[in-house]
């Protein structure tokens, strides 16, 4: 492909994607495709000519796109949001054409320093100590992973990075039992396994007791094994519970155990003054994770990572081959000693253009007008028969399940089960489930970028209608 052909291409691409997002309201939420259907229409064996682009463009929209699930639709109120914006995907399209390797400063050294710059607006944005420090990582498991390596690297004053953890006593790591499963893969990955991961109990809002903390800890040391890390949920991915973060705090600060808060979510609900009480003894933390690709606009991957003292994290990251050492990078972080991998893509540039193409303010009215059609979806639940709130809102997360009356709990988790799979096979709008104590009940998400008052109201109201017809 020549140069006139990627000018006619990108053009048609362009206007392909503004199509896109205009429409995407008229698609299925979820693809409705089934397991096989794309293999089925690919071949076994790659061409051995070229083939014309627009050829290929075709089967992408023949093929490809009946297989996707649109995570930019109005009604995807799932998971938690992958979200998009144009700013954002105007700056992912510059990226992909530079092409640089970010891994250090010299690479591209305006990748470094607006990197620099950008955890410092989202540290401004989101009332974090001053002292802070931040990088881009690619997901919370990656930032989660990092906060577990800094963890083992105090607890072992060092040795674990040079040495490994043979001969050293059993790191133990501590996390609600409401954490994310990326905490116990980390414990994986880092050689501490999952056995060493102590699930938390947790209260009547679903947070962790800081007293059986507490009393773990206390076990554990007396039984020769090495507390390393705790990690507290703000905005947990099953049902958006928050871990009292200072008591949790003084437990870490009074034991010398590494603190990391996963926010992987609900850290963008911070930008709001009024939700900073969530966050109250941040001060006390070693580490902190949230992704604005989540709930602040911008494309995936983008995880904004932060330490107390970076110093932690590069002492058992850091290596400098010949080919790696840059003398002006000297005077700048070197982020690939921040996270696992050493190559980096140019993450900071489309973060840049979406909070200058927004603004602070606008992007605190999106995501409080997104709270505030949860908290108007609460009260509809709660106003509604046969339905019913199983765990207290928090910010954009309801859940809930249905419950006519005359079943046991077998029964309805069975019916639920049914519930979310008839929404999500409709197309008309997509939920997930959970288990709560054991019962399935089901997730409502608000925070996609396109959602608004009336796309709520209409997917209640395809609930209340499904639910009646399984009834």
């Known amino acids: 492909m020549d140069f006139e052909d990627f000018r006619a291409h990108a053009h048609r691409f362009s206007d ?3 199509d896109y997002l205009e429409t995407v309201e ?4 979820r693809s409705q495709s089934r397991p096989g259907d794309l293999l089925a229409q690919l071949p076994a064996s790659p061409p051995d000519a070229g083939e014309d682009m627009s050829a ?32 954002s995907v105007l700056a992912e399209m510059l990226t992909a054409t530079l092409a640089a390797q970010c891994m250090l400063w010299e690479t591209s050294p305006a990748a470094n320093e607006l990197e620099t710059r950008m955890m410092e607006w989202l540290r401004e944005m989101s009332g974090l100590p001053e002292n802070w420090a931040g990088t881009i990582q690619d997901s919370a498991s990656t930032a989660n992973l990092c906060a577990l390596i800094a963890g083992l690297e105090r607890a072992t004053e060092g040795r674990v990075a040079r040495k490994g953890l043979a001969g050293e006593t059993t790191p133990i790591v501590y996390a609600s039992s409401e954490a994310h499963s990326s905490v116990e893969k ?8 999952s056995d060493n991961v102590r699930k938390m109990p947790t209260d009547g809002a679903f947070a962790m007791d800081v007293t059986a903390l507490e009393a773990a800890i206390r076990e554990d ?3 020769g094994r090495m507390p390393a890390c705790v990690i507290a949920c703000l905005g947990a991915t099953g049902l958006g519970s928050v871990d009292p973060i200072r008591a949790i705090g003084e437990v870490c600060r ?3 155990i590494f603190f990391h808060i996963d926010a992987a ?6 930008i709001l003054p009024e939700e900073r009480h969530w966050m109250d003894g941040i001060e006390l933390a070693d580490s902190y994770v949230f992704n604005p690709h989540k709930w602040l606009f911008t494309n995936f991957d983008c995880s904004a990572f932060f330490m107390r003292d970076p110093s932690e994290l590069i002492s058992a990251l850091a290596i400098s081959p010949a080919y790696l050492q840059s003398p002006d990078g000297e005077q700048m972080p070197e982020y690939r000693d921040w996270t696992v991998s050493l190559g980096r893509r140019f993450r900071a540039l489309k973060l840049w253009f979406v909070i200058r193409s927004y603004g602070a303010d606008r992007l605190r009215g999106m995501v409080r007008a997104h709270i505030d059609m949860a908290k108007w979806l609460e009260t509809e639940i709660s106003a509604t028969p046969d339905f019913e709130i199983m765990a207290p809102r928090r910010f954009g997360l309801n859940v809930f399940r249905y419950n006519p009356g005359g079943l046991d709990d077998a029964a309805l988790d069975a019916l639920n089960t049914r519930l979310v799979q008839a929404m999500n096979d409709s197309g008309r709008l997509y939920l997930t489930k959970t288990l709560l104590d054991g019962r399935v009940v089901i997730r409502f998400v608000i925070g996609q970028t396109y959602t608004q008052q009336h796309h709520v109201e209409s997917g ?8 009646a017809e399984l009834a």
């Open 16 to 18: 392909w994607m503004t």
């Open 186 to 193: 980390a414990a994986r990955i880092a050689g501490i396994g």
């Open 221 to 223: 040391r007396e039984a």
């Open 265 to 270: 979510w609900a850290g963008s609900a911070m």
């Open 254 to 256: 009074r034991e010398n």
């Open 460 to 467: 209640w109201a395809a609930i209340r209608e499904i639910a």
């Open 26 to 29: 008229d698609r299925p939420v």
């Open 56 to 87: 290929i463009f075709n089967d992408f929209e023949q093929k490809v796109m009946p297989g996707i699930t649109h995570w930019q639709h109005p009604n995807f109120f799932a998971y938690f949001n992958g979200n998009s914006s144009p700013p």
